[in-house]
């Protein structure tokens, strides 16, 4: 946070030269000054990095990333798998999610379905789409947890026959 006395004073950008309060810059949390360039000309000066980076560097980078290599070196690297056990694994799940069995991995990254393990051991369980592999992540990878869900979607399967009367 800006202290008082901070927030009255003002400082030369060192840019456009104008002398203008404090409000107009970035600061950290530790109260320092991000930038001796205000808001606006920081603005200009990253966007300007921005468009170069991405006519460079970051497209390349982008359709790097992505490449059926660089998944297959992901993949041992995170879970020891070659890209051969991956498509292994896949094919003996009838080549679908574990869980739900969609055939769609369902994920915007890479297309492709998320290896499960086990975040104890580190030992792979299966391959998932992206929905069944963050619901079991979010209850935690708790039978009981994930049990407890089950009767909760059964009990309200029966009682929404009934009716509820609120």
């Known amino acids: 946070m ?3 006395q901070t927030a009255v004073e003002s400082f030369e950008c060192s840019d456009c030269k104008r002398d203008l309060p404090a409000t107009e810059y970035y600061w950290h949390k530790r109260g320092h000054r991000h930038s001796c360039a205000c808001k606006s000309c920081y603005q200009i000066k990253r966007r300007a990095y921005q468009i170069n980076y991405m006519a ?3 497209k390349a980078k982008a359709r790097s990333r992505y490449s059926p290599e660089k998944r297959s070196e992901q993949i041992v690297k995170s879970y020891g798998l070659t890209l051969e056990k991956y498509e292994l694994i896949l094919a003996l799940q009838g080549g679908g999610c ?3 069995k969609s055939k769609e ?3 915007k990254r890479n297309g492709r379905f998320c290896v499960d393990h086990d975040h104890q051991t580190g030992e792979v369980r299966g391959l998932l789409c992206a929905p069944c592999n963050r619901g079991i992540g979010l209850l935690q990878d708790k039978i009981e947890v994930l ?3 089950t009767n909760y979607l059964k009990n309200h399967q029966e009682r929404s ?3 509820w009367s609120c």
Do not use: M, Q
Request: hydrophobic share 40%.
């Open 2 to 4: 800006l202290s008082t």
């Open 56 to 58: 460079t560097v970051g």
């Open 98 to 100: 574990a869980i739900c």
């Open 105 to 107: 991995a369902k994920t």
């Open 147 to 149: 049990e407890s869900a």
């Open 161 to 163: 026959r009934r009716a």
